[in-house]
């Protein structure tokens, strides 16, 4: 819905995954970071395919780690984080009602073990998911907007 409002490109870092991440989260195993390392890569490389071609895109990414964010983010300095806050038991809810996607409400917890929420140096547009998507789009939008000027 974001990418929508702006007009700009979209794209879901789960589609960039390996085969094997995928079969391992389908199976209900949650990756590493040995696991994670080539998918950051393919990640990181669309962000800069979009940059060099002067594009603009927003991209729906669980990096859960500083060292992920500080891969895809670091040294790009028109590449922003928006983090999507929400507690375990909402997320699960929603990723249970979600149709067709390998991910499952059963790795959810180990998601929450890894996690390292962002920090100031970071920079980060700290969002509550508890809204309905569309309040939270027109809230980015206006923060985003808010922050070019």
């Known amino acids: 819905m974001l990418a929508q409002q702006l007009g700009w490109d979209f794209e879901d870092a789960d589609n960039l995954h390996p085969a094997a991440n995928i079969d391992k989260m389908r199976s209900g195993i949650p990756l590493t970071d040995e696991d994670r390392w080539p ?8 962000i800069d395919a979009v940059r060099s071609r002067k594009g603009h895109a927003v991209m729906a990414c669980s990096a859960l780690k500083r060292r992920y964010r500080d891969l ?3 040294g790009r300095a028109d590449v922003r984080l928006i983090y999507l806050r929400g507690d375990e038991d909402l ?13 499952t409400a059963s790795l959810l917890r180990s998601q929450f073990e890894d996690l390292e929420e962002p920090v100031a140096q970071e920079n980060a547009l700290v969002v509550s998911i508890d809204d309905q998507p569309g309040t939270l789009v027109k809230d980015i939008v206006a923060a985003l907007r808010t922050a070019q000027q």
Do not use: D, K, P, S
């Open 91 to 103: 997320i699960a809810q929603r990723i249970t009602a979600r149709r067709g996607h390998f991910m």
């Open 39 to 46: 998918w950051l890569a393919a990640v990181a490389a669309w």
């Open 72 to 74: 895809l983010i670091g």
